[in-house]
């Protein structure tokens, strides 16, 4: 299996942005489809996007227009790049990589969201 860890999280104010990074530990990376989580206390995890393996990525309408998704499968590490944050974006974010029917999942990062 691979391991990754994700990373970038921290506190910023409305309207400013940060770079989450998944990066993993083995050369498998590129055969992964990625994705991001992202959880709140009380809530159910919620996809925020996802880019496959062939570099075809989906958005939450949520987050549509102010979020990035990429990877760079040279350096077996994908990424979140966020702008125009939101309070409403607050949350453990989490990286997920998917192969055939099995998920992993990494440990999480912290973002708050918050004047």
């Known amino acids: 299996q691979v391991q990754f860890v994700e990373s970038g999280g921290g506190l910023v104010q409305p309207g400013g942005s940060l770079r989450l990074s998944c990066a993993a530990s083995?050369?498998?990376?590129?055969?992964?489809?990625m994705s991001w989580y992202r959880q709140t206390p009380g809530k159910q995890r919620e996809l925020v996007a996802g880019?496959?393996?062939?570099?075809?990525?989906n958005y939450a309408d949520s987050v549509k227009g102010r979020f990035t998704i990429s990877r760079d499968n040279a350096k077996n590490t994908g990424y979140l790049q966020m702008t125009s944050l939101k309070p409403e974006d607050s949350a453990v974010y989490y990286c997920?990589?998917?192969?055939?029917?099995?998920?992993?999942w990494g440990q999480g990062t912290q973002v708050t969201v918050s004047s």
């Open positions: 880019i496959t393996r062939s570099g075809n990525t």
């Open positions: 083995s050369s498998l990376f590129g055969v992964y489809d």
């Open positions: 997920n990589l998917r192969l055939l029917a099995n998920d992993f």
